[in-house]
Nanobody, 121 residues
Framework: QVQLVESGGGLVQPGGSLRLSCAAS????????MAWYRQAPGKQRESVAS???????NYAGSVRGRSTISRDNAKNTVSLQMNSLKPEDTAVYYC???????????????WGQGTQVTVSS
């Protein structure tokens, strides 16, 4: 069983910063990618930032230049540092990981429970 646990959400003023963290635990043989998604009220879930096995990263245009995703492969963790936050960044942020639990299994998609980020004065 694999679990993803997020932390670090909260209320922040416009222009402020926030760091989200996610730890994967359980039966983990290999992790392909780790990523952050978000879902605002009434909107579809969207990708925010991704970190791939080869070290490459990808960012949504709306957060590029304001956010940094970092990954610790030894600890199976991923973090998202967000700066210059805007009210439109308000959403529930979800951690995502593509994980192989055992050598003989396929990679599967896992999600955390989500953490609320609210940007408001």
């Amino acid at each position: 069983q694999v679990q993803l646990v997020e932390s670090g959400g909260g209320l922040v003023q416009p222009g402020g910063s926030l760091r989200l963290s996610c730890a994967a635990s359980g039966s983990i043989f290999s992790i392909n990618s780790m990523a952050w998604y978000r879902q605002a009220p009434g909107k579809q879930r969207e990708s925010v930032a991704s970190s791939f096995y080869d070290g490459s990263t990808n960012y949504a245009g709306s957060v590029r230049g304001r956010s940094t995703i970092s990954r610790d492969n030894a600890k199976n963790t991923v973090s998202l540092q967000m700066n210059s936050l805007k009210p439109e960044d308000t959403a529930v942020y979800y951690c995502n990981a593509v994980i192989k639990e055992r050598p003989e299994t396929h990679f599967r998609n896992y999600w955390g429970q989500g953490t609320q980020v609210t940007v408001s004065s």
